[in-house]
């Protein structure tokens, strides 16, 4: 299978307007990250070397650190997401007439519910790395950008959200009591976290700019 990193946008864009399973949602909410990410190094990379801000270099300087090696990780789950559903889809094509068949399935089916679910869980995890970048650009970045903290957290945000769904359609019919509660009760918190800090840089970006 073509990675969808490998693709030009537009390739991209059309593979994901076409009838196909993938890629999907979760590969949109791994992309949307992706570029959050980008947009705090940018906004760190303006800022570096900068007289007005020279204060802060040691700190811009982590911060572009950081965007490296997560920005690794967020376009790795662009295809991670897709190629977590593969196996999903092959067991919806799985035989199931006899009992030991729909045994056979139901064994499967839930393995790779839990695996699919791992990935926008994964993504939830990294977004509060990069919201970090962003909360702290805020301060220490260059105002002449400050509006591209702002699409950032809202990039962000939208990647979140979008995980979010991506989770909840996995984890509803996982019989395991215990990994659901467990997912669920990280998904809310990390979900809470992130859209309430989010909107506050988002306040903090528009009484800069007007």
Known sequence: MTKYVDMSMTKFAE?????????????????ALTLSNSLASMVANFTTGKKKYAEFEEDIQNILEKTRLISKKAIAMVDED?????????????PAESEEEK???????QKCLKNAAIVPMNLL???????DLHEELLIKGSKMLI????????????????AKLNVLINIKDIKDCEFVDKMSSEMDRLIEEIT?????????VLEDVR
Do not use: N, T, W
């Not at 307007?17 to 992309?31: E, F, I, L, Q, R």
């Not at 897709?82 to 799985?94: I, R, S, T």
């Not at 056979?104 to 089916?109: A, C, P, T």
């Not at 309430?196 to 903090?204: P, S």
């Open 103 to 109: 045994r056979s399935k139901d064994i499967e089916m």
């Open 196 to 204: 309430e800090r989010c909107d506050k840089i988002y306040g903090g």
């Open 125 to 131: 995890r990294l977004s509060l790395e990069v919201l």
């Open 147 to 162: 509006s591209d903290v702002g699409v950032g957290v809202q990039m962000l945000k939208a990647s979140a959200l979008s």
């Open 15 to 31: 593979e994901l307007a076409s009838k196909k399973s993938m890629p999907g949602g979760g590969s949109v909410a791994a992309y």
């Open 82 to 94: 897709a190629e977590a559903f593969l196996p999903l889809a092959a067991v919806y094509k799985m």
